[in-house]
Nanobody
Framework: QVQLVEFGGGLVQAGGSLSLSCAASGRTFSLYNMAWFRQAPGKEREFVAAISWSGGTTSYVDSVKGRFTISRDNAKNTVYLQMNSLKPEDTAVYYC????????????WGQGTQVTVSS
């Protein structure tokens, strides 16, 4: 498993942008699919975006399509989430996670980073 640490959360006004980073330990980062989830107060953790081990395939929850972009740099063991046109409903703790492509469940999780969007 990899160890994951998120960076980049903060407070931003609606319509603004934030960029999250997730740094992974270990030499096998490039073998893992990566994803971002988020959890708002009183709500279930939800999927936000995912990227394949090669970076060739990405997917997004409908509510962030066209506003968020997931990317990765395997040379830096880092996955990113660029968030534009932020809305108050994007307020949540954002978590980075990983899994091998053949696995059905996301296995390693970071500690999370708070994103707060004010109206």
């Amino acid at each position: 498993q990899v160890q994951l640490v998120e960076f980049g959360g903060g407070l931003v006004q609606a319509g603004g942008s934030l960029s999250l980073s997730c740094a992974a330990s270990g030499r096998t980062f490039s073998l893992y699919n990566m994803a971002w989830f988020r959890q708002a107060p009183g709500k279930e953790r939800e999927f936000v975006a995912a990227i394949s081990w090669s970076g060739g395939t990405t997917s997004y929850v409908d509510s962030v399509k066209g506003r968020f972009t997931i990317s990765r740099d395997n040379a830096k063991n880092t996955v990113y989430l660029q968030m534009n046109s932020l809305k108050p409903e994007d307020t949540a703790v954002y978590y980075c996670t990983s899994k091998y492509p053949a696995d059905s469940r996301w296995s390693s999780w970071g500690q999370g980073t708070q994103v707060t969007v004010s109206s």
